[in-house]
């Protein structure tokens, strides 16, 4: 570690690698393979401490990386300053504005335990370990979204520590609202979030859970999967149903709600059924197997938002070695389901699933300038298809290699058949090299970026994402 920093520094807790707890520190994160020797974890606990700890990591040209939720691929990047956000996840709920807001640290979890007690939610993703800021930034899809859109669709305010260390407070109506604009949707490149306000919306009791589809052939799990897709944008917007292509099982599992808080009786003790939510009780309520399966395993039933539906993956998805990376496409074609259920059920590594995630209702009200978030466009039948492959370690390390390698494979086929890099930091950050991916992230809003990037941060100190460089800075060129 740079000896000077702990000086520079002196109120803020540091962990180089000769420090007690280091090791605890860095390996706290969901993704064992993302966990590598950063040269010291810097902890602030303020606003005031993150742009003392920015203005000193900007003047000794340090290679900065954020920690929020940790779920991301360069949390703990080799030899990186990282900025772990960890102490600041304060969560506000102002029920006369219907705004909930977090510390730049904060996870969904934190989030959820304390708009539970005030009745609300806000748009967020389906696993309370991710944190909050890291996934609203890049667009940020959940049970919510195609009723009240994406997280990054219901940014408020944001307070954000820019690469000169400044602290700027950006809203809808003032000077910065282009910087609010900017970070719904373009991760971290404008600068470290550290507080984030968002719009709330009413939640308790949902109606949903898990059901396994069994489809023992791939052509019935190809039945599954379109059938689903013709189905989803055709429902209210109360009603969101993923779909799950595990490896090599003989399932197409599907995470259900219905979060209409008219239909959902919500009355403490009261008890719910299937026929509450017509659209579920036609997609689930006849015959023994849901969306053409042989046989639906329903294990439904009226749920608590918070405590009870928002865990509800957290056992499937658990800590361990995975590579993933994600595409949108505008359109999921009967060519790219073949093709997703082939790379599921055919060829495929061993472990890990495809999550096939409908973008549509209330995200596809939304013009794609709306905020910079641009996501394939969308369109009325968007799907954002999220490639998870998950390994065993072994001493020569094949099964990461075949893992990584099939997972980028399933991408590149949806690419090539229409597919939209999405945002998301899953797979690197790809500081180096972002020509031509840049583009298909933001589409049009890329240029508008560019300028607010010059703006905020001339120099791209913040570059360890997606990287979206000043308008004057040249992208690598492609041949
Ligand atoms: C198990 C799992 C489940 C997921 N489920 C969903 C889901 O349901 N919906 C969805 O939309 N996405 C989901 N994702 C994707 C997730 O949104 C992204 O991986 C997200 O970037 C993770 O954020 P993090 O804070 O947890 O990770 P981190 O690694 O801590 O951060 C990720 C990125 O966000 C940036 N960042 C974090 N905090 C800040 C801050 N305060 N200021 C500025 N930049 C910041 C970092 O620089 C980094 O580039 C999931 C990922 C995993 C691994």
Not at 58 to 76: E, F, Q, Y
Not at 385 to 400: E, F, Q
């Given at each position: ?23 605890e ?32 990591a ?25 900025l ?12 006369k504005s ?51 859109g ?36 373009g ?69 259900v ?30 015959g023994?197997?849901?969306f053409?399966a ?9 749920k ?31 060519t ?16 890990g ?30 799907v954002w ?16 290699a075949?893992?990584?390698a099939?997972v ?39 240029l ?32």
């Open positions: 570690m740079d000896s000077t920093l702990k000086t520079a520094l002196p109120k803020i807790n540091i962990l180089g690698p000769d420090d007690a707890g280091y090791d520190e860095r390996m706290r994160c969901w993704n064992k393979d993302v966990i590598h020797r950063p040269a010291a974890i810097v902890q602030p606990t303020t606003t005031e401490e993150v742009s003392q700890a920015v203005k000193v900007s003047s000794k040209k340090l290679d900065l990386v954020i920690a929020c939720g940790r779920h991301g691929h360069d949390c703990m990047k080799e030899g990186a300053m990282v772990d956000l960890g102490k600041m996840t304060e969560v506000t709920v102002d029920k219907m705004t909930v807001t977090v510390g730049g640290g904060a996870r969904l979890g934190d989030m959820d335990k304390v708009c539970q007690q005030h009745g609300v939610a806000c748009v967020t993703g389906t696993n309370p370990d991710t944190g909050v800021v890291g996934l609203s930034t890049h667009g940020g899809a959940g049970y919510l979204s195609r009723q009240y994406l997280a990054a669709d219901n940014f408020v305010a944001a307070e954000v520590v820019t690469a000169s260390g400044a602290i700027v407070h950006a809203t809808p109506a003032n000077e910065h609202k282009d910087l609010l604009w900017a970070v719904a949707g991760g971290s490149n404008f600068g470290v979030i550290t507080a984030l306000t968002m719009k709330a919306h009413p939640m308790d009791h949902v109606y949903g859970g898990l059901v396994i589809n069994v489809a023992p052939t791939v052509a019935m799990a190809t039945r599954v999967v379109r059938t689903w897709r013709d189905w989803m944008p055709t429902q209210p917007r109360t009603v969101s149903v993923m779909c799950v292509l595990p490896c090599g099982a003989p399932v197409v599992p599907m995470a709600v219905e979060s209409d808080q008219a239909l959902v009786p919500q009355a403490a003790g009261a008890k719910a059924s299937l026929s509450c939510s017509p659209a579920l009780q036609q997609a689930f309520g006849s023994c197997g849901a053409g042989c046989v639906s395993v329903k294990m439904l039933g009226r608590q938002y918070h405590t009870e539906l928002q865990p509800q993956l957290e056992a499937m998805q658990a800590e361990g070695h995975h590579y993933m990376s994600s595409v949108n496409v505008p359109h999921l074609t009967d790219m389901v073949d093709a997703l259920v082939a790379a599921a059920r055919v060829d495929h590594p061993g472990g699933e495809i999550i096939l995630f409908s973008l549509t209702g209330a995200v596809a009200d939304a013009k794609v300038e709306s905020v910079a978030y641009a996501g394939a466009g969308r369109g009325k039948s968007t298809i999220v490639i998870i492959g998950s390994w065993k370690p072994d001493a020569d390390g094949a099964n990461r075949k893992t990584k099939w980028q494979r399933v991408k590149e086929e949806m690419k090539a058949l229409g597919g939209a890099e999405s945002a998301h930091p899953l797979e690197g950050n790809m500081d180096a090299d972002q020509g031509g991916l840049v583009q298909q992230v933001w589409s049009s809003n890329e508008r970026l560019r300028e607010i990037k010059a703006k905020y941060d001339p120099d791209n100190f913040f570059k360890c994402n997606r990287n979206i460089k000043p308008t004057a800075a040249a992208y690598p060129v492609h041949s």
